[in-house]
T-cell receptor
Framework: AQRVTQPEKLLSVFKGAPVELKCNYSYSGSPELFWYVQYSRQRLQLLLRHISRESIKGFTADLNKGETSFHLKKPFAQEEDSAMYYCALSGWTGGGNKLTFGTGTQLKVEL | GAVVSQHPSRVICKSGTSVKIECRSL??????MFWYRQFPKQSLMLMAT?????????EQGVEKDKFLINHASLTLSTLTVTSAHPEDSSFYICSTFLGTEAFFGQGTRLTVV
Protein backbone atom coordinates (compact mmCIF):
# COMPACT_ATOMS: atom_id res chain seq x y z
CA ALA A 1 0.00 0.00 0.00
CA GLN A 2 1.17 3.52 -0.64
CA ARG A 3 0.97 6.13 2.07
CA VAL A 4 2.00 9.75 2.51
CA THR A 5 2.42 11.38 5.89
CA GLN A 6 2.57 15.09 6.58
CA PRO A 7 2.98 15.43 10.33
CA GLU A 8 2.18 19.13 10.58
CA LYS A 9 -1.34 20.42 9.99
CA LEU A 10 -0.29 24.01 10.43
CA LEU A 11 3.05 25.70 10.10
CA SER A 12 3.36 29.35 10.98
CA VAL A 13 6.53 31.28 10.17
CA PHE A 14 7.55 34.90 9.90
CA LYS A 15 8.31 36.49 6.58
CA GLY A 16 11.94 35.94 5.66
CA ALA A 17 12.30 32.88 7.87
CA PRO A 18 13.21 29.46 6.45
CA VAL A 19 10.43 27.01 5.78
CA GLU A 20 10.44 23.23 5.83
CA LEU A 21 7.29 21.25 5.22
CA LYS A 22 7.79 17.62 6.11
CA CYS A 23 6.66 14.67 4.06
CA ASN A 24 7.36 10.98 4.53
CA TYR A 25 6.12 8.21 2.32
CA SER A 26 5.66 4.49 2.23
CA TYR A 27 5.78 2.63 -1.06
CA SER A 28 7.23 -0.70 -2.04
CA GLY A 29 8.33 0.29 -5.52
CA SER A 30 10.11 3.27 -6.99
CA PRO A 31 7.89 6.26 -6.27
CA GLU A 32 7.32 9.54 -7.97
CA LEU A 33 6.84 12.31 -5.45
CA PHE A 34 5.12 15.63 -5.92
CA TRP A 35 4.26 18.75 -4.01
CA TYR A 36 0.93 20.38 -4.81
CA VAL A 37 -0.20 23.77 -3.58
CA GLN A 38 -3.68 25.15 -3.13
CA TYR A 39 -3.94 28.89 -2.73
CA SER A 40 -7.06 30.38 -1.23
CA ARG A 41 -10.04 29.90 -3.54
CA GLN A 42 -7.94 28.33 -6.29
CA ARG A 43 -7.62 24.84 -7.64
CA LEU A 44 -4.91 22.46 -6.67
CA GLN A 45 -1.82 22.90 -8.80
CA LEU A 46 1.52 21.25 -9.15
CA LEU A 47 4.36 23.00 -7.38
CA LEU A 48 7.20 20.63 -8.13
CA ARG A 49 8.13 16.99 -8.60
CA HIS A 50 11.22 15.13 -7.61
CA ILE A 51 12.18 13.93 -11.08
CA SER A 52 12.61 17.45 -12.41
CA ARG A 53 14.87 18.52 -9.52
CA GLU A 54 14.00 22.15 -10.14
CA SER A 55 13.28 25.09 -7.91
CA ILE A 56 9.85 26.64 -8.24
CA LYS A 57 9.03 29.93 -6.52
CA GLY A 58 12.14 29.38 -4.43
CA PHE A 59 10.97 25.99 -3.19
CA THR A 60 13.04 22.84 -3.49
CA ALA A 61 12.47 19.27 -2.41
CA ASP A 62 14.92 16.40 -2.39
CA LEU A 63 13.88 12.79 -2.42
CA ASN A 64 15.68 10.88 0.33
CA LYS A 65 15.05 7.21 -0.29
CA GLY A 66 16.94 6.16 2.81
CA GLU A 67 14.67 8.21 5.05
CA THR A 68 11.68 7.86 2.69
CA SER A 69 11.22 11.61 2.85
CA PHE A 70 10.49 14.41 0.43
CA HIS A 71 10.55 17.56 2.52
CA LEU A 72 9.73 20.89 0.92
CA LYS A 73 12.08 23.76 1.71
CA LYS A 74 12.41 27.44 1.08
CA PRO A 75 15.15 29.59 2.60
CA PHE A 76 13.10 32.79 2.94
CA ALA A 77 9.34 32.65 3.27
CA GLN A 78 7.20 35.24 1.53
CA GLU A 79 3.69 36.34 2.39
CA GLU A 80 2.38 34.96 -0.90
CA ASP A 81 3.58 31.50 0.08
CA SER A 82 0.68 31.22 2.51
CA ALA A 83 -1.36 28.28 1.20
CA MET A 84 -2.19 24.65 1.71
CA TYR A 85 0.56 22.28 0.64
CA TYR A 86 0.04 18.64 -0.19
CA CYS A 87 2.70 16.04 -0.67
CA ALA A 88 1.65 13.29 -3.08
CA LEU A 89 2.97 10.00 -4.31
CA SER A 90 2.28 8.51 -7.69
CA GLY A 91 2.51 4.78 -7.79
CA TRP A 92 1.28 1.95 -9.89
CA THR A 93 -1.40 -0.24 -8.40
CA GLY A 94 -3.15 -3.20 -9.92
CA GLY A 95 -5.71 -0.86 -11.37
CA GLY A 96 -3.36 1.71 -12.80
CA ASN A 97 -1.44 4.80 -11.82
CA LYS A 98 -2.74 6.32 -8.61
CA LEU A 99 -2.01 9.53 -6.76
CA THR A 100 -2.05 9.36 -2.98
CA PHE A 101 -2.10 12.60 -0.99
CA GLY A 102 -0.88 13.46 2.44
CA THR A 103 -3.22 15.25 4.80
CA GLY A 104 -1.74 18.60 3.89
CA THR A 105 0.05 21.35 5.77
CA GLN A 106 -1.35 24.84 6.03
CA LEU A 107 1.52 27.30 5.74
CA LYS A 108 0.93 30.70 7.21
CA VAL A 109 3.53 33.36 6.64
CA GLU A 110 3.20 36.24 9.04
CA LEU A 111 4.59 39.72 8.66
CA GLY B 1 -1.15 23.78 -20.72
CA ALA B 2 -3.60 20.98 -20.09
CA VAL B 3 -6.86 22.10 -18.55
CA VAL B 4 -9.51 20.16 -16.73
CA SER B 5 -12.84 21.91 -16.42
CA GLN B 6 -15.30 20.95 -13.73
CA HIS B 7 -18.91 22.10 -13.56
CA PRO B 8 -20.73 23.33 -11.57
CA SER B 9 -18.38 25.03 -9.17
CA ARG B 10 -21.07 25.28 -6.56
CA VAL B 11 -24.44 23.57 -6.10
CA ILE B 12 -27.05 23.51 -3.40
CA CYS B 13 -29.65 20.78 -3.50
CA LYS B 14 -32.42 19.44 -1.37
CA SER B 15 -32.01 16.25 0.57
CA GLY B 16 -33.17 13.26 -1.47
CA THR B 17 -32.41 14.75 -4.87
CA SER B 18 -29.56 13.84 -7.20
CA VAL B 19 -26.76 16.05 -8.41
CA LYS B 20 -24.52 15.56 -11.43
CA ILE B 21 -21.00 16.94 -11.59
CA GLU B 22 -19.18 17.08 -14.91
CA CYS B 23 -15.48 16.96 -15.55
CA ARG B 24 -14.05 17.68 -18.98
CA SER B 25 -10.57 17.52 -20.36
CA LEU B 26 -10.42 20.52 -22.66
CA UNK B 27 -7.43 19.96 -24.89
CA UNK B 28 -6.52 16.34 -24.51
CA UNK B 29 -8.13 12.95 -24.20
CA UNK B 30 -8.43 11.51 -20.74
CA UNK B 31 -9.00 7.78 -20.67
CA UNK B 32 -8.88 7.81 -16.88
CA MET B 33 -10.39 10.32 -14.49
CA PHE B 34 -10.07 10.35 -10.73
CA TRP B 35 -12.74 11.62 -8.39
CA TYR B 36 -11.77 12.95 -5.00
CA ARG B 37 -13.65 14.22 -2.01
CA GLN B 38 -12.14 16.85 0.23
CA PHE B 39 -13.40 17.72 3.68
CA PRO B 40 -12.58 21.13 5.16
CA LYS B 41 -8.90 21.45 5.97
CA GLN B 42 -8.34 17.78 5.19
CA SER B 43 -6.71 15.82 2.45
CA LEU B 44 -8.16 14.68 -0.83
CA MET B 45 -9.68 11.24 -0.48
CA LEU B 46 -9.82 9.22 -3.67
CA MET B 47 -13.34 7.99 -4.20
CA ALA B 48 -13.15 6.25 -7.53
CA THR B 49 -11.35 5.95 -10.81
CA UNK B 50 -13.38 6.20 -13.98
CA UNK B 51 -12.21 4.58 -17.17
CA UNK B 52 -13.57 5.49 -20.56
CA UNK B 53 -15.81 2.76 -21.88
CA UNK B 54 -15.72 0.56 -18.79
CA UNK B 55 -16.90 0.42 -15.22
CA UNK B 56 -15.45 2.69 -12.60
CA UNK B 57 -13.25 1.34 -9.84
CA UNK B 58 -14.37 2.42 -6.39
CA GLU B 59 -12.21 2.76 -3.32
CA GLN B 60 -13.06 0.79 -0.24
CA GLY B 61 -15.96 2.26 1.69
CA VAL B 62 -17.36 4.27 -1.21
CA GLU B 63 -20.92 3.34 -2.14
CA LYS B 64 -21.03 2.76 -5.87
CA ASP B 65 -24.81 3.02 -5.96
CA LYS B 66 -24.68 6.39 -4.30
CA PHE B 67 -21.84 7.87 -6.31
CA LEU B 68 -22.53 6.95 -9.91
CA ILE B 69 -19.68 7.52 -12.30
CA ASN B 70 -19.94 7.59 -16.03
CA HIS B 71 -17.08 8.04 -18.47
CA ALA B 72 -18.82 7.90 -21.81
CA SER B 73 -16.25 9.75 -23.86
CA LEU B 74 -12.55 10.53 -23.82
CA THR B 75 -13.20 14.08 -22.71
CA LEU B 76 -16.05 13.75 -20.23
CA SER B 77 -16.54 11.99 -16.93
CA THR B 78 -19.52 12.58 -14.65
CA LEU B 79 -20.15 11.94 -10.99
CA THR B 80 -23.77 11.75 -9.87
CA VAL B 81 -24.54 11.92 -6.18
CA THR B 82 -27.84 10.09 -5.87
CA SER B 83 -30.39 10.67 -3.13
CA ALA B 84 -28.13 13.22 -1.55
CA HIS B 85 -28.07 13.71 2.20
CA PRO B 86 -26.50 16.50 4.27
CA GLU B 87 -23.53 14.25 5.08
CA ASP B 88 -22.72 14.21 1.35
CA SER B 89 -21.99 17.91 1.54
CA SER B 90 -18.37 18.28 0.60
CA PHE B 91 -15.91 19.50 -2.00
CA TYR B 92 -15.57 17.15 -4.95
CA ILE B 93 -12.59 17.33 -7.28
CA CYS B 94 -11.79 15.52 -10.49
CA SER B 95 -8.32 14.90 -11.82
CA THR B 96 -6.55 13.20 -14.64
CA PHE B 97 -2.99 12.47 -15.67
CA LEU B 98 -1.24 13.77 -18.69
CA GLY B 99 1.95 11.77 -18.72
CA THR B 100 3.02 11.70 -15.11
CA GLU B 101 1.55 15.06 -14.18
CA ALA B 102 -1.89 15.31 -12.62
CA PHE B 103 -4.26 18.12 -13.53
CA PHE B 104 -7.23 19.05 -11.41
CA GLY B 105 -10.63 20.52 -11.95
CA GLN B 106 -11.55 23.60 -9.98
CA GLY B 107 -13.78 21.53 -7.72
CA THR B 108 -17.47 21.48 -6.91
CA ARG B 109 -18.81 22.62 -3.58
CA LEU B 110 -21.91 20.53 -2.86
CA THR B 111 -24.25 21.60 -0.11
CA VAL B 112 -27.22 19.38 0.69
CA VAL B 113 -29.95 21.07 2.69
Amino acid sequence: AQRVTQPEKLLSVFKGAPVELKCNYSYSGSPELFWYVQYSRQRLQLLLRHISRESIKGFTADLNKGETSFHLKKPFAQEEDSAMYYCALSGWTGGGNKLTFGTGTQLKVEL
Amino acid sequence: GAVVSQHPSRVICKSGTSVKIECRSLDFQATTMFWYRQFPKQSLMLMATSNEGSKATYEQGVEKDKFLINHASLTLSTLTVTSAHPEDSSFYICSTFLGTEAFFGQGTRLTVV
